[in-house]
């Protein structure tokens, strides 16, 4: 029985450590879910090769981070396979195998009701947010929140092709303030980074922009191709972007008066 409850404390222990993990990650700027993500991973050792992975190695902060993740999740992987080996050898002693499978169980969907507790994600949060700026030099920012980054807002990631309407095209030919899409930096495909770049910065394949817009409007051009058709969808856009650009301005109009 020892065995089955220090089994469930290491998981225990291991959801609040990459809950944790993951709340430190989002205030170096990673979204919630790629943060998620990258401490699950981590922690498990799975290490998936993403764009976001990229983004952890070449931040000092964020690849503090996750190197203690893996030590932890190695150390507690081993502890977890071990108490669940010890809890159901010698059957005949102590409590039976039901019994402790029916323990087992139901503290693991305990600890899972808990974990995906909102209430305990925004404890943690404000933990976390009161222990990173007493002990750390870690900017704490939680960009999600600063950027609106819900509703229809979003920063995207958006890696340009030879075939992309953006291809070859200085910013300020595209025009993509009318759609209502803000390019925040660029990365070259030589690994040069342009943080705001200028109007006469032009777009090349390879190139991964920043982008913050409409989560819609950015998506179109990710799809959008050169051509008659594309210069059409960025019209539409741009008409799309003026009737939201009324809707905003009404709304703020009322709430001063």
């Not at 290491?10 to 990650?25: N, Q």
């Not at 693991?108 to 909102?118: G, N, R």
């Not at 600063?146 to 890696?159: C, H, I, Q």
Request: hydrophobic fraction near 40%; charge should be positive.
């Amino acid at each position: 029985m020892i065995s089955i409850l220090s089994l469930l404390l290491i998981i225990t222990l291991s959801i609040l450590i990459t809950r944790m993990a993951t709340v430190a990650l989002t205030y170096t700027g990673l979204s919630r879910e790629a943060a998620r993500f990258q401490a699950r991973s981590a922690f498990t050792g799975v290490g998936f090769t993403t764009t976001e992975s990229e983004q952890v190695v070449s931040h000092p902060v964020r690849r503090r981070i996750l190197l203690v993740l893996m030590l932890l999740g190695n150390a507690g992987i081993v502890s977890a396979i071990t108490s669940l080996l010890l809890g159901f050898i010698d059957a005949g002693k102590g409590t039976s195998y039901t019994l402790k499978i029916f323990i087992l169980f139901g503290g693991v969907f305990l600890l899972w009701a808990i974990a995906s507790s909102p209430w305990v994600d925004q404890y943690l949060s404000r933990v976390m947010s009161w222990a990173l700026n007493r002990y750390t030099d870690i900017e704490i920012r939680d960009f999600a929140n600063l950027l609106r980054l819900t509703g229809d807002y979003s920063v995207k990631e958006l890696l340009v092709k030879k075939e992309d309407w953006l291809a070859n095209r200085a910013l300020q030919e595209l025009r993509l303030r009318d759609e209502g899409v803000s390019v925040l930096g660029l990365t070259r495909k030589n690994g040069v980074y342009i943080g705001v770049p200028r109007g006469s910065t032009e777009i090349l394949p390879g190139d991964t922009l920043i982008l913050y817009g409409r989560t819609s409007c950015v998506a179109n051009l990710d799809k959008r191709r050169k051509g008659s058709e594309g210069d059409i969808e960025h019209d539409k856009a741009a008409q799309e972007q003026k009737t939201v650009s009324k809707k905003e301005k009404a709304h703020d109009e009322s709430k001063k008066s």
